[in-house]
């Protein structure tokens, strides 16, 4: 069933104030924390380039936003502005995804790059949300720049079950190629392994919410417990080994089990997106 304009940006709002993306975007926790109630400009978030590539008319995706009540975002009175409802609630990200390859690489040669990329999340989400509810799919890039898509990714489901059940498919069918499908920990022990003898490279780290609370826990912050759930089930945060975004929108795991260092050349990337400053027009 082909989703509706309405659907595909109500959806695509949850997914940027999802526990799955909001705690490792920096620029959209640092709009969060601009104001001590945690709201964010709609038009911010409507001059997104993948907003953009569903409407370009604010008052559509303001409409959109009010027909249906969420259970993740809210709006304020004049719809002017939204945020996230509840405090977010660090997830163990890894086990609830599995590992895919072999995506054409549509990046290359493209007018677009990043649109290319765009369409092909919303087509791999598409494929298996057929078999479970999808938070999210990760494309991984390489670290060199420019940054060039791998054809390879991660996609997160809501549930560690659910992922495992889609990774005992082994591949799937898309547009004529055989992607390849792995449960995430399994392939995370799969590369640790292959390279534990190699020399290990200096680890870099995306942005974590979660661990700037942990870091920063003794400092007086504006908003009260800093836009963090105490929910029983929150630990405290070891190194991410990525960031979560798109769909990859490679972004991408939190709390994840210890790796060596040299697995970080296998960090994702979230297709970026192009996000306007913070008084965009």
């Known amino acids: 069933m082909v989703a509706t304009e309405s659907e595909k940006i109500r959806k695509q709002v949850e997914f940027y104030f999802?526990?799955?993306?909001?705690?490792?975007?920096?620029?959209?926790?640092?709009?969060r924390d601009n104001t001590p109630e945690g709201w964010i400009p709609i038009e911010t978030i409507a001059g997104f380039k993948k907003m953009k590539m569903i409407t370009e008319d604010l008052d559509t995706v303001v409409k959109a936003l009010k027909e249906?009540?969420?259970d993740i975002y809210e709006l304020d009175a004049e719809a002017k502005n939204i945020r996230r409802k509840s405090e977010v609630v660090q997830q163990n990200h890894m086990e609830r995804s599995i590992y895919i390859?072999?995506?054409?690489?549509?990046?290359?040669?493209a007018k677009d790059p990043v649109a290319?990329?765009?369409n092909l999340q919303d087509?791999?989400?598409?494929?298996?949300?057929?078999?479970?509810?999808?938070?999210?799919?990760?494309?991984?890039?390489?670290?060199?720049r420019p940054k060039k898509f791998k054809g390879s990714g991660y996609?997160?489901?809501?549930?560690?079950?659910?992922?495992?059940?889609?990774?005992?498919?082994?591949?799937?069918?898309?547009?004529?190629?055989?992607?390849?499908?792995?449960?995430?920990?399994?392939?995370?022990?799969?590369?640790?392994e292959q390279y534990k003898d190699a020399p290990q490279r200096k680890r870099k780290f995306g942005f974590n919410a979660f661990k700037t609370q942990y870091d920063n826990n003794n400092k007086n912050n504006k908003r009260k417990n800093n836009g963090f759930s105490k929910a029983p089930e929150t630990k405290k945060v070891k190194s991410s080994e990525?960031?979560?975004?798109?769909?990859?929108?490679?972004?991408p795991a939190v709390v994840e089990a210890e790796k060596p260092a040299v697995v970080e050349a296998e960090k994702p990337a979230v297709v970026e997106?192009?996000?306007?400053?913070?008084n965009a027009e």
């Open 18 to 31: 999802s526990d799955s993306n909001l705690p490792y975007d920096k620029f959209l926790w640092s709009l």
């Open 68 to 70: 249906v009540e969420s």
């Open 123 to 144: 087509k791999i989400d598409d494929l298996f949300s057929q078999h479970g509810k999808v938070l999210c799919v990760r494309f991984k890039k390489t670290d060199d």
């Open 242 to 251: 990525e960031k979560p975004v798109a769909v990859e929108a490679e972004k």
């Open 273 to 278: 997106e192009e996000k306007p400053k913070v």
């Open 155 to 192: 996609i997160e489901f809501e549930s560690p079950e659910v992922a495992k059940k889609v990774a005992e498919l082994k591949e799937i069918d898309f547009d004529g190629n055989k992607i390849e499908i792995l449960y995430k920990p399994e392939y995370i022990n799969m590369k640790s």
């Open 101 to 109: 390859k072999g995506l054409p690489l549509v990046d290359v040669d």
């Open 116 to 118: 290319e990329l765009f």
